[in-house]
């Protein structure tokens, strides 16, 4: 049987893939659909620690334009991904996987407090650890909370679904023409400001760390499974 190409990953969800199909909020059916997809990878012996964004409750990027104080916007998104956290949490305990959620503010009613040491314990445990809150601290966006805690917890990777099938050369919503790239450095993906896959801050993270980024949809069944296994799904950047 082939072993999985990474023994420790990061997934980074954003929150508008925890809308699923709904205009707002969260939608239980796809949350269970992403748990499927967890827990696919998670039988394999691979330890998994999640990050889940915000954007399909609150953004604080988009609140601060509303005449909102950046600092408290980007608090409020905080609490939006623990929304998520505690859904995506309780969709892949239904599953019978075990999990630990710990957020980067202190909420101990409902999760543990991030604590470095524990989480990893949990890693080696292989709980599925979902991290909350981001970092505790505004002006840092989800893409890099997902670097540096990729970082604390030793991950060889963060592997980072989104709505398209890999990295292209221009947005191919825009441009059909746009070249899709199987592999990219960290270099290019850090200089060319035409590739926006993550913030240029946690692709500098990775980039100066060695750490792997992998590109993929999660929306098409067994993509997840696939990219952890090493076959040519979506686009790894290293």
Known sequence: MKKPKYKRILLKISGEAMKGTRD???DPEYVSYLAEEIKSVA???VQIAVVVGAGNIFRG??????GLDRATADYMGMLATIFNAMALQDALEKLGLVTRL??????K????TFVRR??????????????????GLPFITTDTTAAMRCLELACQAVFKATKVDGVYSEDPMINSKAKKFSTLTLDRA????KIKI????AVALCRDNGVHIVIFKLGQKGNFKKAVMGEKVGTTIC
């Open 190 to 193: 850090f200089q060319d400001d």
């Open 61 to 66: 990027v988009a609140g601060s334009k509303h």
């Open 118 to 135: 524990k989480a990893l314990r949990h890693l080696e445990k292989n709980r599925v650890v979902i991290l909350g809150g981001g970092t």
């Open 102 to 107: 710990q957020t980067a503010i202190e909420m």
């Open 198 to 201: 993550m913030d240029k801050s």
């Open 109 to 112: 009613q409902i999760a543990e």
């Open 43 to 45: 039988k394999t012996g």
């Open 24 to 26: 707002y909020g969260i």
